[in-house]
T-cell receptor, first 116, second 112 residues
Framework: DTAVSQTPKYLVTQMGNDKSIKCEQN?????MYWYKQDSKKFLKIMFS???????INETVPNRFSPKSPDKAHLNLHINSLELGDSAVYFC???????????????FGQGTRLTVV | AQSVTQLDSQVPVFEEAPVELRCNYS??????LFWYVQYPNQGLQLLLK??????LVKGINGFEAEFNKSQTSFHLRKPSVHISDTAEYFC??????????FGQGTRLTINP
């Protein structure tokens, strides 16, 4: 049983398209996150949701919109894709009420997005 | 806000040799510290964490790290590495109700 699962694992799309990445966790965690890993492996948080409520919203273009239908799911929708959006996107979850309050974060396998 | 610096972007070592991956952090409040490992084409996996108590923390796969508050460091060590330890290693820091901030990563390459 995969704790944090993302789909798809690979996504190749043309500039200007709209795409979604789905994330589900079966750990019963309250908080979920999206991280972006660039080509230099740098990881940066994008969003954090706690019980379907947005907690952290870093400086991310409005083209990125997270949606959390319930606390086990956090999807990422990206409009008007640009070349610079190419990266690996990681979903993660943890216990806690907002930030990583002294708990381990569990990561998904990542979605490699390539915009051509 | 917290920040973390991994002092080496790449560390090559021979198999069965010891290794140390260096991590320094900056914070005005008490911190929690983590080391994650990312194997090729995989997600991140927690190696170990420091929350409080003993400054020497043992993790999975024979890794350990020592929290040094005076030097604001949390270096990762393993006495004898294996080929399978080849991966990217990330140091991360957080504080109460604060987001997790990652370092730039250190690529550990094990040569036979």
């Amino acid at each position: 049983d995969t704790a944090v699962s993302q789909t798809p694992k690979y996504l190749v799309t043309q500039m200007g398209n709209d795409k979604s990445i789905k994330c589900e966790q079966n750990l019963g965690h309250d908080t979920m996150y999206w991280y972006k890993q660039d080509s230099k492996k740098f990881l940066k948080i994008m969003f954090s949701y706690n019980n379907k409520e947005l907690i952290i919203n870093e400086t991310v273009p409005n083209r990125f919109s997270p949606k959390s239908p319930d606390k086990a799911h956090l999807n990422l929708h990206i409009n008007s894709l640009e070349l610079g959006d190419s990266a690996v996107y990681f979903c993660a979850s943890s216990l806690g009420t907002g930030g990583f309050f002294a708990t381990e974060a569990f990561f998904g396998q990542g979605t490699r997005l390539t915009v051509v | 806000a917290q920040s973390v610096t991994q002092l080496d972007s790449q560390v090559p070592v021979f198999e069965e040799a010891p290794v140390e991956l260096r991590c320094n952090y900056s914070s005005s409040v008490s911190v929690y510290l983590f080391w994650y490992v990312q194997y090729p084409n995989q997600g991140l996996q927690l190696l170990l964490k420091y929350l409080s108590g003993s400054t020497l923390v043992k993790g999975i796969n024979g890794f350990e790290a020592e929290f040094n508050k005076s030097q604001t460091s949390f270096h990762l060590r393993k006495p004898s590495v294996h080929i399978s330890d080849t991966a990217e290693y990330f140091c991360a820091v957080s504080a109460r109700d604060q987001k997790l901030v990652f370092g730039q990563g250190t690529r550990l390459t094990i040569n036979p």
